[in-house]
């Protein structure tokens, strides 16, 4: 059995040290992240696709690098999570937007056809 210095073991496997508990506080993911100095902070996540694809991309990034400092991907401040999140929802695909001319088109092709 591998044991790491200052994890908790299951058995057979040790509770990694990139592990970070995980909770949920309204419709928010809440993810501590504890540094290499034992300090520690809390990152809020909405509950959405975007949400758990940011909360997985941090948690990657932390089995990268064990020691990751805040501020970096690995243990990243809840300001650049907020700017990740609002960039994924600007380049999301908006919805398609039709003209009144579009709309009344469709409005007279669907009366000829008797179903309006």
């Not at 995980?22 to 809440?30: K, S």
């Amino acid at each position: 059995m591998i044991d790491y210095p200052g994890t908790a073991k299951l058995d057979p496997y040790p509770i990694p040290r990139q592990a970070a508990p995980i909770y949920i506080v309204g419709d928010r993911l809440m993810l501590i992240l504890i540094g290499p100095t034992g300090a520690g902070h809390t990152l809020a996540f909405p509950i959405t696709a975007e949400g758990i694809k940011k909360l997985a991309d941090v948690l990657r990034a932390r089995t990268q690098n064990l020691n990751a400092k805040i501020g970096t991907p690995g243990s990243p401040v809840q300001y650049d999570i907020d700017k990740m999140l609002e960039e994924m929802r600007r380049k999301a695909k908006p919805k398609d937007v039709f003209t009144d001319e579009q709309r009344e088109a469709t409005k007279s092709l669907l009366r000829k056809m008797g179903l309006i």
